[in-house]
C-alpha cells in the first residue's frame, strides 16, 4: 500500500494531521467526484439513453443499495437509505406495536437514548444500564433485560471513549428473552468489522460521514429479513404509499423489503458521493483490513470489575 499516494487523496493533509475521524471523516478527493457527476448530470439534464433523470437518480440507489449490503454482509433487500442515524432508530422504535409494561434497555451513554415520546406515550418503562469504570458488563445486561424487554438499543462502539460490545454475546442473552436488538453502528462501519451474516443483530442503523468517509444527510437502517413485515413504517410517502385511488402512483409497490421504510426523495447527491466512498475503500483493501479487525480483541483493555 502506497501511503504517501492514499495520503494525496485527501488535501485536507497537506496542511493537517488529521485524528477526529470519529467526529467527522475526511473526504477523498473521490467523493467530491461523485457530487460533482450528480450536479453535472442534473445541470446539463443528461440521463441515459431514454431514461427520465429521476429513473437514473433510482437506478444508482439501486446500485449503492447493493453495495452497502456487500460492506456490512447483508442483503440488498435488508437495506433502507434514510437521513441520519436517529431516523433509522427511530423507524425501529415508532415500527413496534408496544404494550403497557413493556421495557426497553440501553447503556447511559448512548448518542440516541432509547427514551422516545413514542415509548412515552405507550407507557413502556426505560430501563437505563449505568457505566462503571468507563464500560458496561455483559452481566450488567442480565441483571436488567426480562421476558418484558421488547428492545435492547447498544452503540457497537462507543462515541464516549471508544468501548466496543461483543454483538454476538449480548445478542444470545436478548434473544433468550425473546427481545431484539438495536445497534447504532456510526462509530464502528467503516473502520471496524460490521458483518451482518456473523453478527445475529436484529436492527442496525449507521452514518457513513465517519469512517464510511462518506455524506451527511444520508445513512442506512438495515432490518433482518425475518422482521421486516412485521415492522410497521411510521410514516407514507410517494414512494411506499398505501393509497390506492385514482390518483394513485401506477409504478409504486410496498414490497415485503425494507425498501418500504422509504418514504420519499432519497438524498440522490448524497447516493452517488456514497458509491465513491465504499468504491475507494475497496480499492484500498478494506476486505483484509476487515479480517484483520475480526481477529481483534473485542472488548477494550480496560481492568475488570470485581
Known sequence: MDVNRLR????????????????????????????????????????????????????????????VADFIGASPDEISFTMCTGSGLNIVVNGIEWNRGD???????????????????????????????????????????????????????????????????????????????LVDATQAVGGLMVDMKNE?????????????????????????????????????GWKNQIWEGEHAEETIETPETARKFEYGTVHFQGIYGLEKSIEYLNGIGWRRGKIIMRESHTWMNLPRRS
Open 8 to 67: 494525496r487523496d485527501f488535501p485536507a493533509l497537506e496542511d493537517w494531521t488529521y485524528l477526529d475521524t470519529a467526529f467527522v471523516g475526511l473526504y477523498p478527493r473521490q467523493v467530491r467526484e461523485g457530487y460533482e457527476e450528480f450536479l453535472d448530470r442534473w445541470m446539463l439534464f443528461n440521463a441515459a439513453g431514454t431514461k427520465t433523470i429521476l429513473t437514473e437518480w433510482l437506478e444508482k440507489t439501486e446500485t449503492v443499495r447493493a453495495m
Open 200 to 236: 445475529d443483530v436484529d436492527y442496525l442503523s449507521a452514518a457513513p460521514y465517519k469512517y464510511l468517509m462518506g455524506p451527511a444527510g444520508l445513512a442506512f437502517l438495515y432490518v433482518r429479513q425475518k422482521h421486516i413485515r412485521e415492522l410497521i413504517p411510521d410514516r407514507v
Open 103 to 181: 421495557n426497553v434497555v440501553f447503556p447511559e451513554w448512548e448518542h440516541n437514548p432509547l427514551d422516545t415520546n413514542t415509548l412515552r406515550k405507550h407507557g413502556v418503562e426505560i430501563r437505563s444500564i449505568k457505566a462503571e469504570d468507563g464500560y458496561v458488563e455483559l452481566g450488567d445486561f442480565e441483571k436488567v433485560i426480562d421476558d418484558d424487554t421488547r428492545l435492547v438499543q447498544i452503540s457497537q462502539v462507543s462515541y464516549v471513549n471508544g468501548f466496543r460490545f461483543d454483538l454476538d454475546e449480548l445478542a444470545n442473552i436478548v434473544h433468550e428473552h425473546d427481545a431484539k436488538l
